[in-house]
């Protein structure tokens, strides 16, 4: 059973070499030229000032990765925060958002001490797509003004809205910002022919700002839209919060949480799949959540696992946590020494930059796929998606989380039944023999047998099936062979019939509980006791002996 808290890097340090630290030195300083675009791409797309992208890189890549459950994950701001981060700060400010992150962090902390770190498994595929594929247009589309280089006031919050706008001031185009964003695309693309190990967003910031700078071109640069980027690291503040500010913020923030939760540990399942390792997801909790809470105290944005940097740092032969470390350290040393450099970046080069991550972010062949699907799926798919271009990221995996527990339950309830059985019983056996087993039923003997988890659907269906017995028998035996658990509506179901047996003088027996959680079930119950410890057994042969005893014994 994993530990609460134990991280990788206590592990690896045992038995670490010089050849890997020369190994994770390359690789952490790679990942650290990666990050640094994206991470004044994403802090600007976020509705903030650039160096937050990277204060958060700084600060919350080193914690996850010094503090983390995975060998190879690297953190920092990804795309999928962006626009519930562009959400907080249009409503709340960039103070609320200063919060917002603090009450994720230590909601993260609190999933990891409660073990929750198996939480991806409970998230639907089809919604983790939609809302993904839903915020790769978002960004797309937020980066449109930048892009095209429209000449245009405040872009609108509402897609529909936004997309208006555009249309609207499509006259003011700049094609210089065009020529500039399509240019970073091409070079990002076509460079890994040329080399893999310098990363080509690098290369595209290079070239595009090398040339707006020498021709003089008429475009946005990040200095003149932001003011020089601050090349210092802020003493961290603790933010002042409210019961009154908790309450206003608890909604964004557990949004925060559950997405940076669902993120990090996507991120390292990947990574284990790459690495053939295996990390300890509640230790990956309490780091993200520990991350974001120091984030927060230094201006940062929310943080999370990133899988495209993490699968650069394994591509480069990163294998401990020292490389996430050193790729912290790196952007820091960037920071200090030339982020006053930065702000001659062309806005349009990090449109350009962006539009490539909504494209990586939309998984449209999954997306496709899922269309052609089961109906449940596709449904979970399409509403959740919608949601969160249209509605809010919020709203939208609250209510994905929610359609998908009520299909998961209808389908559950569609595969469960109720078997009657009044005159003979055939069970196949598929072993090796392939041997019938063979019940007779006396006469005046009904065997009932239940299929599924007896949970409140279908505890339902199962009553409804005892109320169209045609001859009410004089010993009743319900078969439980098939029944992993039960809850309360279950045992309430068991507990009604139990009482309308009795009222019609009809014997009640179970036969074959087998499930152990299902049998504390019925004993916590007191179920077991009111029914009787002597009518209950663990095969049907004994539980029909019993029924022809319980025959002999009335006539």
Do not use: C
């Amino acid at each position: 059973m994993e530990k609460y808290f134990r991280p990788k890097l206590v592990d690896t340090l045992k038995t670490y070499t010089k050849k890997q630290f020369t190994n994770d030195l390359f690789a952490g300083i790679i990942v650290g030229v990666v990050a640094l675009p994206l991470a004044i791409a994403f802090a600007i797309a976020s509705g903030v000032s650039p160096e937050k992208g990277l204060i958060t890189a700084v600060v919350a890549g080193f914690i996850i990765s010094a503090l983390g459950g995975s060998r190879v994950q690297i953190g920092g701001p990804t795309g999928a925060f962006i626009v519930i981060v562009y959400g907080i700060v249009q409503t709340y400010g960039v103070s609320g958002l200063i919060i917002a992150t603090f009450m994720a962090g230590i909601m993260l902390i609190i999933m990891g001490f409660a073990k929750l770190g198996t939480i991806i498994k409970f998230i639907p595929h089809p919604l983790i797509i939609g809302f993904t594929s839903g915020i790769a247009l978002i960004i797309f589309s937020s980066q449109v003004k930048d892009f095209l280089g429209l000449s245009m006031g405040e872009v609108p919050a509402n897609f529909i809205a936004k997309w208006k706008e555009f249309f609207r001031h499509i006259a003011t185009i700049n094609v210089y910002a065009v020529a500039i964003a399509v240019a970073t695309i091409l070079i990002i693309l076509l460079w890994p022919k040329i080399s893999k190990k310098i990363p080509g967003s690098l290369i595209a910031i290079l070239v595009t700002t090398a040339v707006v700078q020498f021709f003089h071109l008429p475009v946005e640069t990040i200095g003149s839209h932001f003011g020089v980027i601050s090349s210092s690291i802020r003493a961290p503040q603790f933010p002042k919060i409210d019961f009154a500010t908790i309450k206003q913020l608890i909604q964004p923030a557990f949004t925060i949480a559950m997405l940076g939760a669902i993120e990090s540990l996507l991120s390292a399942v990947v990574a284990d799949g790459m690495i053939s390792g295996n990390h300890r997801s509640n230790t990956e909790l309490i780091a993200q959540g520990t991350a974001n809470i120091f984030s927060s105290l230094f201006g940062g944005i929310p943080a999370t696992g990133a899988i495209a940097r993490t699968a650069t740092n394994v591509k480069n032969g990163g294998r401990t946590p020292v490389a996430g470390i050193v790729h912290a350290i790196t952007l820091l040393i960037i920071l200090i020494v030339a982020g006053k450099w930065a702000s001659l970046i062309p806005i349009a080069n990090l449109a350009g930059i962006l539009v490539i991550v909504a494209y990586n972010m939309s998984e449209w062949k999954t997306f496709r796929s899922i269309l052609k699907g089961p109906k449940g799926d596709m449904l979970v798919l399409l509403i959740t998606f919608f949601l969160t271009v249209l509605i809010d990221l919020t709203v939208a995996i609250e209510v994905g989380i929610i359609l998908a527990a009520f299909l998961f339950m209808r389908n559950m309830i569609k595969f469960s039944g109720v078997s009657t059985y009044t005159e003979e019983i055939e069970d196949e056996d598929f072993g090796y023999d392939l041997v019938e087993d063979k019940y007779e039923v006396p006469k005046g003997v009904e065997v009932f047998e239940i299929t599924g988890p007896l949970f409140f659907g279908a505890a339902y269906k199962f009553k409804d099936a005892m109320k169209y017995i045609e001859q009410h028998p004089k010993v009743l035996i319900i078969r439980m062979r098939h029944v992993p658990l039960i809850d309360a509506t279950g045992i309430q179901a068991l507990k009604d019939v139990s009482k309308e047996l009795e009222k019609r003088h009809t014997k009640l027996i179970l036969s074959e509980v087998n499930s152990k959680q299902l049998l504390k079930e019925l004993k916590d119950s007191r179920l077991l006791f009111s029914i009787g410890k002597g009518n209950v057994f663990d095969t049907l042969q004994q539980a029909l002996e019993k029924a022809k005893r319980e025959m002999a014994a009335k006539t």
